[in-house]
């Protein structure tokens, strides 16, 4: 449950060409319908009415596909209407009959998309305050970047360190990106057992939705039931390679299908280090 965007690898949309790899087949129900990323200017398009959105998700459920779900990511809202239907999905897919399931119980991966480093919010107040209340305590698994996380934590995060003590507040494990330390950035994962940093050295351009397609990379390693740590290694090394391809090939988006089976490989650009 995210954003479609038509002509940028962000999203929902995004996520899915990534969990192909995995063969995970997706439904995406859009929260919004753009032809770009917002970061390139106006995105045309608009936001999916509530009764849409609403009515998607019925049909999905009425299909008996929500017994079969084994991996509920969230992103992008345009309204608080969304995110409470989004909150009632959650609770019928966990609800649901699991005969036909592959996994024992669904994961519930809230990426908490409301804002970032220089740009502050940028949905409206009112959606951020019902990711908050009512999808935060539905998650098995935070994805905030570290704005994000400061944000929802009021306790600074920008740095490995601090990270992982913000992350330590919240209700649930967390992967938050945008951690940087000298010259190198990445991702930390924190629970109250483990803590580790998934580094690399700071590409000159990285392309929108690196955020979206870590959260889809470390939730299928999730699924697969992988350790923390190869799980984390794995999913940082295809979004480097990914960022790296994106560079060498003057690509303005990230070229996710193009990276096709890499995506799913480590990659010896980044460095793992244990935090605790």
């Keep these: 449950m995210s954003s479609h965007v038509a002509g940028s690898r962000v999203g929902g949309s995004a996520q899915a060409a990534a969990l192909i790899q995995f063969k995970i087949d997706s439904f995406v129900v859009p929260t919004v319908l753009y032809g770009r990323h917002p970061g390139w200017g106006a995105p045309g398009g608009a936001a999916v009415p509530i009764e849409a959105f609403e009515g998607m998700l019925d049909g999905i459920e009425a299909n008996g596909l929500f017994g079969m779900t084994d991996l509920v990511i969230t992103g992008y809202f345009a309204s608080p209407e969304q995110v409470r239907a989004a909150a009632r999905a959650i609770d019928a897919v966990r609800a649901a009959p699991r005969d036909e399931a592959y996994a024992r119980k669904p994961i519930i991966v809230v990426d908490p998309t409301i804002g970032d480093a220089g740009k502050g919010l940028y949905v409206p107040v009112e959606v951020a305050q019902a990711i908050q209340a009512e999808l935060i305590p539905r998650a098995d698994l935070l994805c905030p970047n570290a704005w994000e996380l400061q944000r929802l934590s009021g306790s600074e995060a920008r740095d490995p360190r601090h990270a992982v ?112």
């Design 165 to 276: 003590a913000a992350a330590r507040l919240m209700p649930c494990p967390v992967l938050v990106s945008s951690v940087s330390r000298g010259g190198e950035i990445g991702v930390v994962y924190a629970d109250k057992r483990e803590a580790w940093l998934a580094a690399h050295q700071k590409h000159e351009r990285s392309p929108n939705g690196a955020g979206d397609l870590i959260t889809a990379l470390f939730a299928a390693s999730m699924l697969e039931g992988q350790t923390i740590s190869y799980g984390l290694a794995r999913a940082m090394g295809g979004l480097v390679e990914t960022i790296a391809s994106a560079n060498a090939w003057a690509s303005p988006e990230l070229p996710i299908v193009g990276m096709a089976a890499r995506i799913k490989q480590a990659s010896p650009a980044v460095r793992m280090e244990r935090l605790a």
